[in-house]
């Protein structure tokens, strides 16, 4: 279990790392979609494979299924989202206890949004955690496990200005991260001035950018919204001249976040994590259309498999 070098050391080691971020699906066709996919980049030996923790409900379950089940029956490492949004401090541990039963021992952190409306105001569990680095600090308390926490270069829509984020990006940092994972973004610009004013600010932890490939406008325009990532205008319009004609939206789409990509890795971003949900199709192409990234294990069948979904 977990055949592949620790994240950290990985990076440590200079070598660029790259992991795919699935979601938990709700139906018996969205589960065969994600495991085609995840079959699909184990080919590729990642350094790991995360799966996201919905906001309540069923879908918890399911992502810690999902997570254990990758762990039981794949050669791939899976790192665990988990949040704080309505546990208890109690809860958490028991969720953590269950994650290092099964032999996961790399949890992304996460503060989480409110359920319902994620703009909507936070109230913490009454026993529960108001901050991500509260977490972190009880993770690594209850053992050996590699902890990402989260990174916005363009800004958290809740921080109060860019100095106080910064602030609290590094003292998450400090309460024990590994490296962090940023949210989407559509220009390398964003990232390289985040990460330059988080090294200013005398932080080292790695912040791997995520890669977002911008293949449906109607889509990236909604996740924009949602997350408050700046959707560049000229990439916009460049996509909305592609509306109706799904293949050219694509190609426009994973052209853009190959390019990004490789200019992140030239600028020296310590690796890459792809969204796929659950289409891995997009973020093999980008990686393939890569340099710098050690490309010596995949195979042949991976080009056979692609399917454009
Ligand atoms: P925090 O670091 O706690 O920050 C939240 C806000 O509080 C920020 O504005 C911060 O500046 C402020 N803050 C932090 N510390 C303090 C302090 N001491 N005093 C005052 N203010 C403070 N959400 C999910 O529900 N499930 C997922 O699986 C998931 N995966 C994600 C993966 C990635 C890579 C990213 C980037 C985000 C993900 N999210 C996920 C979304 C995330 O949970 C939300 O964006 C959330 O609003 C912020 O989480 P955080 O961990 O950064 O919180």
């Known amino acids: 279990m977990n055949p592949a070098p620790r994240t950290p050391g990985l990076i440590a080691a200079g070598e660029k790392t790259f992991s795919f971020e699935f979601f938990p699906p709700k139906t018996e066709a969205g589960d065969r979609a994600l495991w085609h996919a995840i079959r699909r980049v184990e080919a590729l030996s990642p350094t790991f494979v995360s799966v996201t923790y919905g906001a309540g409900g069923s879908s918890r379950g399911r992502t810690i299924a999902v997570t254990k089940r990758i762990a ?6 899976p790192a665990a989202h988990l949040t704080a949004v309505g546990h208890s401090v109690a809860e958490l541990r028991s969720i953590i206890g269950h994650y290092a039963d099964a032999g996961i021992r790399d949890v992304l952190v996460l503060r989480g949004d409110p359920p319902g409306d994620p703009r909507g105001t936070w109230t913490p569990h009454p026993d529960g955690f108001t901050y991500a680095h509260e977490l972190v600090s009880l993770v690594r308390e209850l053992g050996a496990f590699t902890v990402g926490v989260a990174a916005f270069p363009e800004g958290h829509f809740r ?24 949210q ?16 200013a600010a005398g932080c080292d932890t790695p912040i791997i950018p995520e890669i977002m490939p911008a293949t449906d406008v109607r889509q990236i325009r909604r996740f924009a919204e949602l997350s408050g990532a700046v959707f560049p205008r000229k990439l916009a319009d460049r996509l909305e001249l592609t509306r109706g004609d799904p293949s050219a939206s694509y190609q426009l789409g994973v052209e853009h976040a190959t390019a990004m990509a490789q200019r992140l890795l030239d600028e ?7 969204i796929t949900l659950n289409r891995s199709t997009a973020a093999l192409d980008i990686h393939r259309g890569l340099q710098h990234i050690d490309q010596t294990q995949e195979t042949g069948s991976i080009d056979a498999l692609t399917d454009h979904r």
């Open 159 to 182: 921080a109060t200005s860019p100095e106080t984020e910064l602030r609290h990006f590094i003292a998450k940092c400090r309460a024990g991260a590994d490296y962090a994972i940023t």
């Open 184 to 199: 989407m973004f559509f220009d390398a610009e964003a990232y390289l001035r985040f990460r330059d004013r988080v090294a």
């Open 72 to 77: 039981a029956e794949t050669t791939l490492r």
């Open 268 to 274: 020296g971003a310590p690796g890459l994590h792809y």
